[in-house]
């Protein structure tokens, strides 16, 4: 262990962790700004939570401080949908499944690194059986989405996957 860490003091521009984070060495701070819902059904909560859920990400699995609004790294965007749908009927009872989906637009900065910045739109769904009222299981459900979506900025951001 003692030679790994020999070897990677030399590099003064590289952050290495073992937890596979991937943050370049001057990157200090990140500013993640409020995400807005503009999908056709707002959930009056979800925007608040979304950003709050993904700043407590950053902060507990990063040495990176929570800036606003300028910071090295800096993550935006909005809630474009929020719907469910049915995707399996049959003839006798109609509804079977149907899907939770969440779409979030994802806007990422990095001015002091811009061949990492990127846009992108993240769906992730839940299905769910119709016989349940999506009212009764929205709380749990977009709770599992909104992790998923997350983790998958995190990837992106913090992991360059």
Known sequence: MLGVALLLSGCKSCQYSLSGINIPADVKNISIQYFANQAS????????KFTEQLKDKFIRE???AIVSPE?????SGTITEYKTESVASSSNTGSIKN??????????????HK???FTESISKF???DASETFQSI?????EEVSTQIIQEIFNKVALKW
């Open 62 to 64: 990063t040495s990176l």
């Open 115 to 117: 061949d990492l910045n």
């Open 71 to 75: 910071g090295d790294f800096k993550i």
């Open 126 to 128: 839940q299905e769910f």
């Open 99 to 112: 899907r939770f989906t969440m779409v979030v637009k994802v806007v990422f900065e990095c001015p002091k």
């Open 41 to 48: 059904y707002v959930n009056p909560s979800l925007s608040q």
């Open 138 to 142: 929205e709380g749990r459900l977009s």
